[in-house]
């Protein structure tokens, strides 16, 4: 059965709002991500995880949903490149769980169904 429209919004927004949280709380995490031509990573981690939080703010105003569905789905594609960058700097027996390359890799396709859920939100508005 599908999520009704505020439970499928709320669940959007509860995600990116932890995400947004531990990229503020925790940036080191985030920081490899970020592709050296784009210089220092600190601040790119930063306004991520500000606009994760701006999002999910957005996606919990019933007035506002239609265009926070809009910038997560926005924001979704925007940080692809860095999943990218994970998977291709990812190697077995990593220290980190989420730079082993099964994780890493997996990622990957699992940004579609987010951008369809995020699309999905602001259809429903």
Known sequence: MPL???LSAVSLAALLGSSGVVHLARPQVFEPLVPA???D???WVTWSGVAELAC???LLVPASRRVGGLASAALL???FPGNVKMALDSHP???SWARRPLVAWGRLPVQVPLVTWALSVARRG
């Open 4 to 6: 009704s429209p505020t």
């Open 56 to 58: 999910a703010a957005a």
């Open 41 to 43: 990573p600190r601040p």
């Open 77 to 79: 594609v925007g940080v």
């Open 37 to 39: 031509a784009l210089g």
């Open 93 to 95: 027996g990593a220290s």
